[in-house]
T-cell receptor
């Protein structure tokens, strides 16, 4: 069974700090992983995706993938209160996305 | 990025009636559309995968006759919740991609409340 696990949080960080969000997956069949941000009552917005081992950076966001450990993470540098949201990790299997339950991030000013 | 428009954003209906939700890809042709359901503080649950011109593929446990999906064109898929009941109240979200293996873009979501 394909599962994507996330700590539900909430993860609280002070403004300006680095927020680290983690995700593990059970099935090695996935080659691509996605991070989405979802504000309350809204649909998810894609932040970035990663399919190669290592790091991928986009502005304040860095995604990290370790296929050997079946682990994906998202780092948010210089966290802002506007980053407060639920972050969803998803693995792609075939043409479907399997989502984790999401981690609530709270950035305190 | 690509735009996926979902309508309506919010609907309240009486128990026993049917509700249709539309999902349109505005600037690309969506060969595949996905319908999700999300309960409060829970993750997205894939309900079905819709391919243009063919029958939708439903996930295990999702009633085909309850949730009718039509993908009549490359830019439009509809989800009809038939004979809605209060337990069908949820946040329904569609997403669309233009080819396998690419990122999917989400619609704005539809908040369905059945009273």
């Amino acid at each position: 069974q394909k599962e994507v696990e996330q700590n539900s949080g909430p993860l609280s960080v002070p403004e300006g700090a680095i927020a680290s969000l983690n995700c593990t997956y059970s099935d090695r069949g996935s080659q691509s992983f996605f991070w989405y941000r979802q504000y309350s009552g809204k649909s998810p917005e894609l932040i970035m995706f990663i399919y190669s081992n290592g790091d991928k950076e986009d502005g304040r966001f860095t995604a990290q993938l370790n296929k050997a450990s079946q682990y994906v993470s998202l780092l948010i540098r210089d966290s802002q209160p506007s980053d407060s949201a639920t972050y969803l990790c998803a693995g792609e299997y075939g043409n479907k996305l399997v989502f984790g339950a999401g981690t609530i991030l709270r950035v305190k000013s | 990025g690509a735009v996926v428009s979902q309508h309506p954003s919010r609907v309240i209906c009486k128990s026993g009636t049917s509700v249709k939700i539309e999902c349109r890809s505005l600037d690309f042709q969506a060969t595949t559309m996905f319908w999700y359901r999300q309960f409060p503080k829970k993750s997205l649950m894939l309900m079905a995968t819709s391919n243009e011109g063919s029958k939708a593929t439903y996930e295990q446990g999702v009633e085909k006759d309850k949730f009718l999906i039509n993908h009549a064109s490359l830019t439009l898929s509809t989800l009809t919740v038939t004979s809605a009941h209060p337990e069908d109240s949820s946040f329904y979200i569609c997403s669309a991609s233009d080819r396998v293996g690419t990122e999917a873009f989400f619609g704005q979501g539809t908040r369905l409340t059945v009273v």
